[in-house]
């Protein structure tokens, strides 16, 4: 795959990103995976761990791992870098390995800059984008408004709840959020493509100040920026 296409792919976590399903076992039932294991299935709080991260969360750092999966192939593309959260509307995405990609929303508007390219692309933080998983983290609406809930459960040590959006328009099936210990630990979410997004979540430290610079784009001298239309 070319860089010009790996750059293309970028907003499908982070506009409608984390940005997410291992495979399709995990979105089995509930109690069909309690039944695997006999005796080892506790209730799961990620609902309500979901809901106290929407209502007490200011500001988020972390490292993560992002991990592609291509619909009916066995080629993965993986990514390593760190994650900013300053809610509302306001998170980073910086892409270090295998090359360097920046995703920006700076509360109005969301940047995608390849620097070996030069190359960004810019587009307004709508209404469009309620639904997405990036702006689940980020945006300040009610988690009904936007998605429907499904089955909560324990699994490997996490905490897991399904989400589905409500919005037909979305072009993704679902995504699921889950936490260990409490805290955010993984998110992971399939496309209208039938890609798969894992993402897990390590290193994270909760309400710290964070620099306000970090929400902040501004193109380089000589690069190529590309607006969505509205501009």
Known sequence: MDRISMMRRFPCFACAALALLAVA??????????????GTEQPSRAPE???????????LEAAF???????????????TGRFYLHRPQRFRWDYEAPVP????ADGENLWLYDPDLEQATMRRLDDGLSSTPAMLLSG??????????GAAYREDGFDWVE?????????????????????????????ALGQTT??????????????AALFQ????????????AGY
């Open 25 to 38: 076992a995990a979105w089995a039932p509930a109690a069909a995976r309690a039944q695997d294991v006999p």
């Open 49 to 59: 761990l979901l809901r106290a991260f929407l209502a007490e969360t200011v500001t």
């Open 65 to 79: 791992s992002q991990v592609l999966l291509e619909a009916d192939s066995q080629h993965t593309q993986v990514s």
């Open 101 to 104: 990609q920046l995703v920006v």
């Open 140 to 149: 300040d609406g009610s988690l009904d408004d936007s998605f429907r809930i």
């Open 163 to 191: 989400l589905a959006p409500l919005s037909g328009e979305a072009d993704f099936a679902g995504v699921r959020v889950g936490f260990v210990d409490g805290v955010l630990a993984s998110m992971e979410l399939i496309d």
């Open 198 to 211: 894992i993402i897990r979540f390590e290193e994270v430290v909760v309400n710290e100040p964070l620099d």
């Open 217 to 228: 784009f501004v193109p380089p001298p000589g690069a190529d920026v590309i607006r969505d």
